[in-house]
């Protein structure tokens, strides 16, 4: 028998019912504080997008290895868009049309990888994509638009903190931008941009998301094989 994959699911919150992943979309350079802080990009700039896998998603409460290849792992607290229906080329006024839910994740992030793309204008991958890279809270139904704060704390200490409404593009831009080059599907994870403050990250440090309305995600980074290999030779 071949085998099968096992899908990636996260609750809904107040139901028991499973939101399946499909895929995960991320957008860089949302906030006009990160884009200063980072030393890169236009606040002009349109949107531009890089994926994760599915199986990149880890719940609240997950115990996150530190990944190979890194040593300097960062945080990325963000606001997360569930897709319920389908849509291509959406317009603005009709993209909360297709929103299901939103979420507190964690865009984790190899940022010396990163760097090092940017460098030799390579994609992205390589910073972004790898194992346990996208936590992401409980999916609150819903598709009104948020009017909040998100904040980020490591070990209770806060580091990044923020309103939603300072996102450069909102959700319903950001749905719209997207669709013109994907068909959005039902399943779809949209992390909407983080905004100043990341920074890196240990094992044994726990850290927090909260946003105004959702529940809060929390992961805890653990020790990953390559990295105890690495700190004890």
């Known amino acids: 028998m071949l085998w099968q994959p096992t899908p ?12 399946p992943v499909r895929r995960v ?11 200063k802080e980072m030393k890169e990009g236009d606040e002009r700039d349109d949107p531009f997008f890089f994926q994760k896998p599915a199986d990149a998603v880890v719940p609240d409460e997950a115990e996150v290895p530190y990944p190979p290849q890194t040593g300097d792992l ?10 319920g ?19 507190a994740g964690i865009d984790l992030t190899r940022r010396d990888r990163q760097r090092e793309c940017r460098e030799r204008a390579h994609p992205w991958e390589a910073g972004k994509s790898f194992d346990h890279s996208a936590p992401c809270g409980p999916i609150l139904p819903g598709s009104d638009p948020l009017d909040g704060e998100l904040t980020l704390t ?4 806060r580091r990044q903190h923020t309103g939603l409404e300072l996102m450069i593009w909102n959700v319903p831009e950001i749905i ?4 013109r080059s994907y068909r959005l599907m039902p399943g779809d994870l949209i992390y909407t941009g983080t905004p100043a403050g990341v920074g890196p990250v240990l094992p044994g440090d726990r850290v927090r998301v ?21 700190r004890t030779a």
């Open 85 to 103: 229906a389908e849509g291509t080329d959406v317009g603005v006024r009709d993209a909360y049309g297709l929103v299901f839910g939103h979420a």
């Open 210 to 230: 909260e946003i105004t309305g959702l529940p809060s995600l929390t992961v805890t980074i653990v020790e990953g094989e390559t990295h105890a290999s690495q």
């Open 176 to 179: 719209s931008h997207l669709s």
């Open 8 to 19: 990636v699911t996260l609750p809904v919150s107040g139901t028991a019912d499973r939101f």
């Open 154 to 157: 490591v070990n209770g200490e």
């Open 25 to 35: 979309y991320c957008v860089g350079r949302n906030y006009l504080d990160h884009i």
């Open 74 to 83: 960062h945080y990325e607290g963000e606001l997360v868009v569930a897709i």
